[in-house]
């Protein structure tokens, strides 16, 4: 294939493959090679994104620019309705989580309060790396996670640790996270207020393994917090509820084998 020029016209293919970008080329690396394969390798171009900000400009590797060709037209159209159609609003790279199932379900904690924007919470469009992408998506989840979890697995009344201010006040901790030591946090509050009654026994022995929590917290990293996300999220028994765990006229205790209508 020949190389692209400064100032042709291209699709660029976001880091997590989802998406492809119009832009146009500014500027040519090139690197000479050793040996006996003399001459002159193109190491990266500079990128301008059409109707993006001039602080989106970056070099990007050779293999993420393809021509606008008809049929890579048709496939930037398609990814982009895979992205618009993933339920609700989540990156299509979160669509394996357990959460997913059951956002809709009856008998969730969160009563009448709506789902989360997760589209603009995990802000994939404006993202310039892996890292920046992997941060966003994992905001996406936790919330996720914690919009699906069933009545009975935390305190959720008006005296309880998970009471309805502290959980709205949570929530915007999350939306607000700007660096994985505060989304860290935010994991770590989570995982302390949900019941182990409510957690798979074979999920919690691997989760024995994650760091510390001090420590956690000092080393937290977008791949760090995946890896906690994760586990959490295939830990939670989702489909385990008890209405009568957390009522007004009763003691907080172990629920009934009838009070879990399924598992």
Request: aromatic share 6%; hydrophobic share 40%.
């Amino acid at each position: 294939m020949q190389p692209y020029e400064v100032g042709e016209e291209v699709l660029v293919e976001s880091k997590p493959a989802q998406l492809m970008w119009d832009a146009a080329v500014t500027a040519v690396s090139r690197r000479r090679l050793e040996g006996p394969n003399t001459g002159l390798l193109i190491d990266a171009y500079r990128i301008q994104y059409k109707g993006w900000s001039s602080r989106f400009i970056e070099w990007v590797k050779p293999n993420r620019v393809v021509e606008p060709s008809e049929n890579n037209r048709l496939l930037q159209e398609e990814m982009l309705e895979e992205v618009a159609g993933s339920q609700p609003g989540l990156p299509t790279a979160l669509n394996n989580l357990r959460a997913v199932q059951f956002l809709h379900a009856r008998d969730r904690l969160r009563g009448s309060v709506p789902l989360p924007d997760f589209e603009s919470v995990a802000n994939v469009r404006v993202s310039k790396s892996s890292s920046e992408w992997t941060f966003g998506a994992m905001k996406a989840a936790l919330l996720a996670v914690e919009a699906a979890l069933p009545i009975g697995s935390i305190d959720h009344t008006e005296s309880g640790v998970w009471h309805p201010s502290f959980a709205q006040k949570w929530r915007q901790m999350v939306r607000n996270a700007r660096g994985p030591g505060t989304l860290m946090r935010c994991v770590i509050l989570l995982e302390d207020t949900i019941s182990e009654e409510w957690l798979k026994e074979d999920v919690g022995h691997l989760r024995t393994c994650l760091s510390s929590r001090w420590k956690a917290l000092g080393e937290a990293s977008p791949s760090g917090l995946t890896v906690r996300i994760i586990l959490l999220d295939r830990a939670i028994m989702y489909g385990t509820v008890d209405r009568k765990r957390f009522g007004s006229k009763k003691k907080v205790g172990r629920p009934s084998g009838g009070g879990k209508n399924s598992k």
